[in-house]
């Protein structure tokens, strides 16, 4: 009887220092995989914007398209309730987690406008267009779902 109550004792006791380790290290692979995305987006507005003209104002130009894999989560990765794409300088991507901090990457680049000045998905897979267009200021590369 003692040997059980030694045994379930030493079982939750390996349990309470496994667990907040898995929980870190899957919020860890999140924004891991957050920055990665933000690369993806990045390297697409860099590619469209410099090997490719840019189009008369009002025009669209080259277009090129992105998929992003948002985490629904795993034992691999947490769940991202929401991820927010914002332009500027580059691409600015925020991920919400569930139960866990929000995690932020910023990666520079082209002028990138987002449709609606933010774009907010969900967990899943989402597929982006990336338009070459013109204005006032010069080329900018518009982000929309596709």
Do not use: K, N, Y
């Not at 769940?79 to 927010?84: A, D, E, G, K």
Request: glycine share 10%; with cysteine; aromatic share 2%.
């Amino acid at each position: 009887m003692i040997r059980v109550v030694i045994a379930c004792c030493l079982a939750v006791a390996i349990a309470g220092v496994a667990f907040p380790a898995a929980d870190a290290a899957r919020a860890d692979a999140t924004a891991v995989s957050v920055g990665s995305m933000a690369d993806t987006l990045a390297q697409a507005a860099t590619s469209l914007a410099t090997t490719e003209d840019p189009p008369p104002v009002g025009l669209d130009g080259a277009r090129r398209r992105v998929v992003l894999d948002v985490p629904s989560g795993s034992w691999r990765s947490a769940r991202v309730s929401q991820l927010t794409i914002r332009g500027g300088d580059g691409v600015e991507l925020t991920a919400t987690t569930a139960g866990g901090p929000t995690v932020v990457r910023r990666v520079g680049g082209p002028r990138v406008h987002v449709v609606g000045e933010r774009l907010s998905l969900g967990p899943g897979t989402h597929t982006l267009d990336l338009t070459l267009q013109s204005d006032s200021r010069g080329s900018v590369v518009v982000v929309e779902p596709a």
